[in-house]
């Protein structure tokens, strides 16, 4: 997240998950549903499916939840079907947000997101109004504790884009091809422990607010993106200290 910390980023959205830990299992349960029912429900032969379970797996989502979920793909009925739904707009002061939903009504999805834009004084743009200033990447992050140069050289002849150092944690990004041949570089180097690991929207420039109730308010509006159950992620530009 370019120009502020991604660390502080990281942590606020570690926060926010052990918040409500539930929620979020259930809707990470329902996006390695969607990936395994449409590939297949083997990680080693479904990119999409092995990322996802690396996104749970970072949000420490039980094994067994995990299975259940690929298990379910398996035996699944053809009429149950989600459908992939991307709304882009801005929150307050101009922030631009991203918003990811997995839905079984679209109408519903579309309704619900809209009002959240409208009632946190947002509004709701047309597809990519805002897309463009962001880029998918893939985002790992480890404790500090490390040895610095045997995880920048880990990473980098991995096939990483950038090596960085935080106060509590080394910033690895990737693209998203190589995420997984990164992350797996770091675990057979000795890595037990990772802050997290997903591929991401990362903003190429973000906006910076000075005033404290005008971050409250772009907040307030992806917290309450985020609480909407057909919500899968939200991604916004806001610099975080």
Known sequence: MSGHSKWATIHRKKGELDAARGKVFQKLAKEIYVAAKQGTPDPSSNASLRMVIEKARSANMPKDNIEKAIQKAK?????ENYESIRYEGYGPNGVAVIVDCLTDNRNRTAGDVRSKFTKRGGNLGTAGSVSYMFERKGIISIPSEYDEEEMMMTS???GADDFETEEEA???TT?????????????????KEFLTSEVTFTPNNTVELNDEEA??????LIEALEELDD??????NLKED
């Open 215 to 220: 971050i409250e308010k772009v907040h307030a």
């Open 175 to 191: 693209s998203p091809e190589n995420f997984v041949s990164v992350k797996e570089a770091l675990e057979n180097a000795g890595v």
């Open 156 to 158: 980098l002849d991995a």
């Open 170 to 172: 080394y910033v690895i």
């Open 75 to 79: 035996g699944a009925a053809e009429g």
């Open 231 to 236: 919500v899968q992620d939200v991604y916004y």
